[in-house]
């Protein structure tokens, strides 16, 4: 008896060409699923995604003036425009800080335009245009402190025995509302063993952030001190505004104006000449940051004090810096460079006057904490 075949070879060809078809739809559709990361634990970093849809995973160190830094295992330290980043997840404790003055610390994703944190049970949302600040860790305030300080030197002997020391230390505190800045730089130099450089000078700021880019000097104090341009000490207090014209993902450039009150003591100063002045002050200040790439950075701090009604009695003072990253964001090589400039320098008691400009650079290493 001939046997007759259930599926005839037409059937069977029209089943295979369905099958076909069918997987490659199934393949299709799996290749235009966009990948995620899972889902974070509390143990696990954060992830940041893209406005290109790339997937990023670190941990956020700080966000302020729209700029993210954005800490990576393999990239190291990048600095990323907020507007870029579509989406975050993280399950580390973080404090984030609204327009609304209000500040949460918890857990937290960010998806278009809606930031959700979720602290223990509560569970709050904000929209993400409201959002200005992001700090590493719980609202405490060891998390609000950073420090680093730089020691350059330089030494030759020989016909000429001399000795150059530079020292920079800052310190900021950044609290989700305000920021607190000290800085202090101090030169030494000899040479033959005769002192040829002591100059100090130190500095307090005390900001309010007050919206994005926008920010109120409250307070400012400056203390500066030289015998060798016959400043036995200037004091200078003072308060202003200040904004962030542009914060990019490798630019930084900000402005500030500040007005206030100037106390300068002389070393000496001639017969019948007052030891000190006393006046007012206008101070227009600007800082520039450039991270060339993830390991060169520059920066160029410079301010102007300007003595009211006596314009010509003025200071300028700028300070520059190109930092290498020898090991991660803990130690770095720096090369500095500083200019100060007394536009009227007072003649000392044995009519020497100093000269109006000083330049000095030095090389060294710097350390953070």
Avoid: C
């Amino acid at each position: 008896m001939q046997r007759v075949n259930a599926f005839p070879h037409g059937a069977r060809t029209a089943a295979w060409i369905a099958s076909l078809l069918l997987a490659w739809s199934n393949v299709g559709v799996t290749q235009s699923t966009p990948w995620e990361p899972p889902e974070p634990s509390a143990t696990d970093k954060d992830w940041i995604r893209m406005s290109s849809g790339e997937w990023l995973k670190g941990e956020i160190q700080f966000l302020r003036d729209d700029k993210l830094e954005f800490d990576s295992d393999d990239l190291d330290l990048l600095k990323l425009d907020w507007a870029d980043v579509a989406e975050l997840r993280s399950a580390r404790i973080l404090t984030y800080r609204f327009e609304d003055l209000a500040i949460v610390s918890g857990t937290a994703t960010m998806r278009d335009t809606v930031v959700t944190i979720r602290s223990g049970s509560q569970v709050q949302t904000f929209p993400r245009d409201a959002l200005l600040v992001i700090l590493e860790g719980a609202p405490r305030e060891i998390n609000y402190w950073s420090a680093k300080a730089t020691l350059g030197l330089v030494a030759r002997a020989g016909n000429t025995d001399q000795q150059d020391m530079n020292t920079v230390v800052t310190v900021r505190r950044d609290h989700p509302k305000t920021r607190l800045d000290l800085r202090y730089n101090n030169n030494l130099g000899q040479v033959s063993g005769e002192e040829t450089i002591n100059n100090q000078n130190g500095t307090i700021t005390f900001d309010l952030l007050v919206a994005k880019g926008f920010f109120v000097n409250l307070g400012a104090v400056n203390l500066y001190k030289d015998r060798f341009v016959n400043i036995e000490l200037r004091t200078t207090l003072a308060a202003g505004v200040g904004y962030a014209i542009y914060r990019g993902g490798d630019v930084d450039w900000s402005v500030g104006l500040s007005a206030g009150y100037q106390n300068t003591q002389f070393v000496s100063v001639q017969e019948g000449q007052s030891d000190s002045d006393n006046t007012g002050t206008i101070i227009p200040n600007t800082a520039f940051e450039w991270d060339v790439t993830g390991d060169v950075t520059i920066a160029v701090d410079y301010n102007a004090q300007i003595s009211v009604p006596e314009v010509k009695n003025a200071f300028h003072h700028a300070f520059g810096v190109l930092s290498v990253d020898i090991w991660g964001d803990i130690i770095d090589l720096e090369l500095s460079v500083q200019w100060d400039r007394t536009e009227n320098p007072t003649e000392d008691a044995d009519g020497n006057v100093p000269k109006r400009d000083d330049f000095r650079t030095s090389f060294g290493l710097g350390i953070s904490f």
